[in-house]
C-alpha cells in the first residue's frame, strides 16, 4: 500500500515537472515577443505599435504551421530532429559519467566523414551497404571521441578544452580532406564531396507517397530512436551503465567501490562519439547525400542545450531534441513569412533552458506550487 | 583529511616525473621534426625588423643546429633532468623551434618580423580579457563559462552604441552590456544555485542569438547604425621611438595598454588586496570564509560583475579596436579560447596573459604563412594553435589545480 502511494506521488512530481517544463516554455515565448517587438525599429518609430504586435502574432503562427502543421512541416521536424536526438544522447551519456562532451561537433564531422566514405566507395545492395555506412560512422565517430577520453584518463586534461581543441581541428580537417582527390567531387573545385550512391542513401520515411520529393525525413530517426531505448536499456540494466551512474554521481565512492575510472571514463567518451558519429552519418546519408564543410552545423552545441533540458534522461532528451527541432522547423518557416530572422530561435532555446534551470525563477513568476524540481548538477568544477 | 594529504605526496611527484619524461619526449621529438623537416629547404629567410634593416638566417644550417641542441636537451632531459629548470628550458626550445620554424616558411624569401609581433599582440587582447573575467570569476567560486557570450555582447553593444555616440560610449556600451550578461549569470547561479555551466552555456546561446537577431533584423535594414570609427594606434611618447619593441607594444591602439592593464591591476588585485585574499578564500572554502564573517554572496556577486566588466571591454575589441562593424557570431569561439587560457595559465592572469600570447602568435603566424608559399595546405595551419593548446594542456599542465569550491552554489546553511 504504502509502495503504491509512493508511485502516486512520484507521478505527481512527474506532472509537476512536466507544468513546469510548460511554463518555461511559455516564459521564453513571452520574453521572445518582447524582443521581437522592441527590435521593430520602424514600426515602433512611426507609432504603429499594433503593427508590431500582430508581427509576433505571424511569427508564432508561422511556428506552429512550420513545425506541425502539414505533413510536409511534420516531416521537416522529424528531419530536424534526427541528429538532435543523437547528439542530445551523445551529450547526455557523457553526462552520466560525469563528463562534459563539447565535442560532439568534431565527433559528428568525423563519423559523417566515415560514413561518407562508404556511402559513396560502394554501390549497394543498399541492406547491406547503409547499415555499414552508418556503423562506419558510429566508429569514426567513436574513435575521435576516444581521444579525448584517453586524454583525460591518462593525464587529466580536461575534456572540457580537449574537445573543444579537436573540434577546432576536425573543422579543418574535414575542409582539407573535402578539397582532396579522394572526397572531392569531380569538376569542383569548391569543398564539397562526392555524392552517396543511391543505393547507400538512408530510406525516405514517406518514400511510399510518389511524388512528394519534399518530404525529406529520412530512416535517420529510427536509427535515433533505436539509440534511445539502448540507452535506456543500458542506463537501467546493464552493469556497465550502472558504473556510469554511480561514478557520475560520486566519484571517490565509485573509486572506492573498485570501478575501474579511467576505463569508465574512455569508456563514456568513446558511447559519446560513437553516438555523435550516428547522428553525422544520419546528417549525410540521409539529409544531404554528401558532405559540406559544415554539414555539422551548431547541432553539437544544440545538443548540449537537449541534455540539460532532458536531464540526460533518455525520454527527457529525446522530447527536447523533438522540441527544438520542431522550433528549427518552424523557424524556417517562420523566416520566410514574416520578417522575423531565424536566430530567434536561439534566444528561445537559450531562454527555455534557462527558466527549465532555475524552477525557483519559473515558479516566482507564474506564483505556482509544484514540487521541487532539481536540475541537478552536470559539472563539479574543474578537478578531476 | 591528514590521511588524504599523506597519500598524494607520493602521487604528485609520480606525476611529477611523468611530466619531465614528456618534456624530455618533446625536445627529441621537436629535434627529429626539425632535423628531417625544417632543414628540408636551402636558402635564406629574411626577417625585416625595421625598414631599413632586415635579419637574414640561413634556413638549412639554423634547422640542423637546432635539431642537434634539442636532441641533446631531450637526452638530458630524460637521464638526468633539469629539476626546476625544465619550464625555463622548454620556453627557450620552443621559441627557438618557432623562429626555426619561420625560417623554413620564409626561406627564398622575407616577411615583417616586427609585423608579425605586431599583430600577435593585438590578437591577443580580447583572449587576454576574457581570460581574466574568467580568472576572477572562477577565483571567487563561479565557473564563467560565458566568456564567449559576454564578449559577442560586448561587441555588438560597442559597435551599435559606438556608432550612435562615438566609441568611447561605444566602450562603456560594451562593459554595461558585459555587466549586465554576468549579471544573468550571477543572479542564477548565486541567487537561484543553478549549476553554473547551464546558466553559462545558456548565455552564450541567449547572447549568440539575441545578437545575431538584432544584427539581422535591425543593422541589416539599418547600416547607419553598424559603422564606428575604431580607435587608431596610439605610439606612446619616447617609448615608441625603441627599434622593434617601440612597434610591438607602445604603437597600439588603447585595447593593448588596457589589458596589460588589466593583468597588472588584477594581479596585484587578486594577491595584495583584503578583496583578493577574501575572493581568493571563497574560491576556495567558503564556508570557512563566511563562518569568519565574509559576506560570501556579496562578494560573489562584485567579482562576477567585474568580470563582466572585462568581457564587455575584450568584445568591444573587434568594432573598436579592429574591423569597425558587428558581425554575427564575430567572435567565433575566441571565448572558449580564452576560456582555455584561464586553465592553461593556471587561474593567474599572468600565466592567462601568456596563453593569450600563444594563441595571438599562432594566429599571427598563420595569417603570415598563408601570404608564403609552403608546401603545407593553409587548413593545416589553421590548426596549429589548437593542437598546440592540446599538446599543453595533455602533456604539460594536466591535472592543473582548480579554485575548489568552482562550480558550488554557496548555501550558508552547510
Sequence with gaps: MKKFFNKIGERLNRISSMKLTLLAVLSALVVGAFIIIISDVDKLKSGDIAGAFSTVGSAYWALVVGSFGSLRAISNTINSSTPLILCGISVAIAFKAGLFNIGATGQMLAGGMASLWVGFSMHGPGIIQVPLAVLAGAIGGAAFGAIPGFLKARTGAHEVITTIMLNNMMAFFVLWLLKTNLFQREERTDPISKLVSAEGKLPRLFGFLDGRSDLIAHAGFFVALGVVAAYWWFLKKSTTGFEFRAYGLNSDAATYAGMHVKRLTVLAMVFAGGIAGMAGAAEVLGTYGYASANFAGNIGFDAIAIALLGQSSPLGTMFAAILFGALQAGGRQMQANSDVPIDLIVVLRALIVMFIAAPLLVKTIWRTKSATVSAGQTFRGWGS | ?414
Design chain 2, 1 to 414: 583529511m591528514s590521511i588524504a594529504v599523506d597519500t598524494t605526496a607520493p602521487l604528485l611527484s609520480l606525476e611529477q616525473k611523468k611530466r619531465a619524461r614528456n618534456v624530455g619526449f618533446s625536445l627529441v621529438f621537436l629535434g627529429l621534426v626539425s632535423a628531417f623537416l625544417l632543414a628540408g629547404r636551402p636558402g635564406n629567410a629574411g626577417f625585416k625588423l625595421v625598414d631599413s634593416y632586415t635579419v637574414f638566417l640561413p634556413a638549412q644550417p639554423f634547422a640542423r643546429a637546432l635539431a642537434v641542441a634539442l636532441v641533446a636537451l631531450g637526452a638530458i632531459q630524460l637521464f638526468r633532468g633539469f629539476g626546476k629548470w625544465t619550464n625555463v628550458v622548454l620556453a627557450i626550445a620552443t621559441g627557438t623551434f618557432v623562429i626555426a620554424f619561420l625560417t623554413w616558411a620564409a626561406s627564398g624569401g622575407s616577411f615583417s618580423l616586427t609585423g608579425m609581433l605586431q599583430d600577435t599582440v593585438t590578437r591577443s587582447v580580447p583572449i587576454t580579457l576574457g581570460a581574466i573575467a574568467g580568472i576572477l570569476c572562477e577565483r571567487s567560486g563561479v565557473i564563467n563559462i560565458a566568456i564567449e557570450g559576454q564578449l559577442l555582447g560586448g561587441a555588438f553593444a560597442g559597435a551599435v552604441l559606438g556608432s550612435l555616440y562615438g566609441p568611447w560610449v561605444g566602450i562603456v556600451g560594451a562593459m554595461a552590456m558585459g555587466v549586465g550578461l554576468s549579471a544573468i549569470l550571477a543572479v542564477f547561479a548565486i541567487r537561484f544555485r543553478v549549476d553554473q555551466v547551464i546558466v553559462g552555456f545558456a548565455i552564450n546561446f541567449f547572447s549568440l542569438g539575441l545578437t545575431s537577431f538584432l544584427a539581422q533584423r535591425v543593422l541589416t535594414p539599418h547600416p547607419e547604425y553598424n559603422i564606428v570609427k575604431p580607435f587608431t594606434p596610439y605610439a606612446v611618447p619616447l617609448l615608441s621611438k625603441i627599434p622593434v619593441i617601440g612597434v610591438v607594444l607602445f604603437t597600439q591602439t588603447l585595447f593593448v595598454y588596457v589589458s596589460i592593464l588589466a593583468v597588472v591591476v588584477s594581479t596585484w588585485f587578486l594577491y595584495r588586496t583584503r578583496w583578493g585574499l577574501r575572493t581568493r578564500a571563497i574560491g576556495e572554502y567558503p564556508q570557512a570564509a563566511g563562518t569568519l564573517g565574509v559576506d560570501v554572496i556579496k562578494l560573489r556577486y562584485r567579482n562576477v560583475w567585474i568580470a563582466g566588466a572585462v568581457a564587455g571591454l575584450g568584445g568591444a575589441w573587434w568594432p573598436l579596436g579592429t574591423v569597425g562593424r558587428f558581425d554575427q557570431n564575430i567572435t567565433n569561439g575566441r571565448g572558449f579560447i580564452a576560456l582555455a587560457a584561464v586553465i592553461f595559465g593556471r587561474w593567474h592572469p599572468v600565466g592567462a596573459l601568456t596563453a593569450a600570447l600563444v594563441f595571438g602568435l599562432s594566429e599571427a603566424i598563420q595569417l603570415k604563412m598563408s601570404n608564403l608559399d609552403t608546401g603545407i595546405p593553409s587548413e593545416f595551419l589553421l590548426m596549429a594553435p589548437y593542437i598546440v593548446t592540446l599538446i599543453v594542456v595533455a602533456g604539460f599542465v594536466g591535472r592543473s589545480r582548480a579554485p575548489k569550491a568552482a562550480g558550488q552554489a554557496y548555501d550558508a546553511s552547510k
